[in-house]
């Protein structure tokens, strides 16, 4: 009994430690001014590439185009949203798996770059 009781225990120091929750944290998307608007997370889904773009300020009733910016300078628009609620809003973008490298996202007004943010 005594050994076997040893064994459970080992068995059981053995086990490896349960994963702490990892809390992700994303590139400020920031205004002209400094403003933190939000944040542009890297991430994948069902397997592919994609950004995750949360808005935590905004102006409701505005269209804002998406615009990803590739490291050689070109910018691809990647999708366009109409935010309902000035904050708490989350999109999600597939990022390009060809071509030069998406080096940072911009959110455009009408023709102004709002906010942006550098990957």
Known sequence: VVVGAAGAVVVLQARPPEAAP??????????????????????????????VVTLTDGRAGVTYACVLVRADGTREAAD???????????????????????TGVELVAGETVWAQAAL
């Open 22 to 51: 990892v809390a992700a944290v994303g590139a400020a998307l920031l205004t002209d001014d400094g403003e933190r608007v939000g944040t542009v997370l890297e991430s994948r889904h069902d397997g592919r590439p994609v950004l």
């Open 80 to 102: 366009t949203w109409e935010l309902d609620e000035p904050a708490g809003t989350t999109w999600v973008v597939d990022r390009p798996g060809t071509g030069a490298a998406v």
